[in-house]
């Protein structure tokens, strides 16, 4: 069966400092990878997704960054935090299969940024 | 433009009640996929249900009902006999028939109460 794993859980961090976040997946290949904000009160807003090695797309722009080393690896990050990056930081998989794709969230990440 | 709306922000209900959550949406495309998630206190979306825009039969699972109807665009959930442990915010979503790029778009979530 498929997992995803998320680390850190919680993180708190001063405003100007850098970000790494780490999404991995186990149990399949040549996902669809996503990572997801989800602002306090506020629905999820999609940052970037991936379908495959070194292709990265993203949503909106902003102060962060994600690249995708390898196949099951998505990685989050930023140079230098700002206040507004505080949220809750989620990652998902998806395999698509007969135009269907249904997306698998992982636990996720709480930022703080003070 | 994909949207999808949800109109109810929270709700509270007494255990035991039945409760629907309203999911509206908006697409051009012909063939798309209708959504719903579970998002405990915990953090974590779970995936609840999955439904095909050729497919308008409803389903049920357990305490877990969907009424999918095309003509008005909604995809509305109803929980029979609420337990506190239903108690998350839940969200609808929406996608197209996907070429590998075409990523979800979320309601903005409705958040459940039940109250023993």
């Known amino acids: 069966s498929q997992t995803i794993h998320q680390w850190p859980a919680t993180l708190v961090q001063p405003v100007g400092s850098p970000l790494s976040l780490e999404c991995t997946v186990e149990?399949?290949?040549?996902?669809?990878l996503y990572w997801y904000r989800q602002a306090a009160g506020r629905g999820l807003q999609l940052l970037f997704y991936?379908?495959?090695?070194?292709?990265i797309s993203s949503e909106v722009p902003q102060n962060l960054s994600a690249s995708r080393p390898q196949d099951r690896q998505f990685i989050l990050s930023s140079k230098k935090l700002l206040l507004s990056d505080s949220g809750f930081y989620l990652c998902?998989?998806?395999?698509?299969?007969?135009?269907?794709?249904?997306?698998?969230f992982g636990p996720g990440t709480r930022l703080t940024v003070l | 433009a994909q949207k999808v709306t949800q109109a109810q922000t929270e709700i509270s209900v007494v255990e035991k009640e039945d409760v629907t959550l309203d999911c509206v949406y908006e697409t051009r495309d012909t063939t798309y996929y209708l959504f719903w998630y579970k998002q405990p206190p915990s953090g974590e979306l779970v995936f609840l249900i999955r439904?095909?825009?050729?497919?308008?039969q409803n389903e049920i699972s357990g305490r877990y009902s969907w009424n999918f109807q095309k003509s008005t665009s909604s995809f509305n959930f109803t929980i029979t006999a609420s337990q506190v442990v239903d108690s998350a915010v839940y969200f609808c979503a929406l996608s197209g028939f996907f070429s590998g790029n075409t990523p979800l778009v979320f309601g903005k979530g409705t958040r459940l109460s039940v109250i023993a």
């Open positions: 991936s379908v495959g090695i070194g292709q």
């Open positions: 149990g399949t290949s040549n996902p669809n």
């Open positions: 439904r095909n825009s050729f497919d308008e």
């Open positions: 998902a998989w998806s395999v698509l299969a007969g135009g269907l794709d249904t997306q698998y």
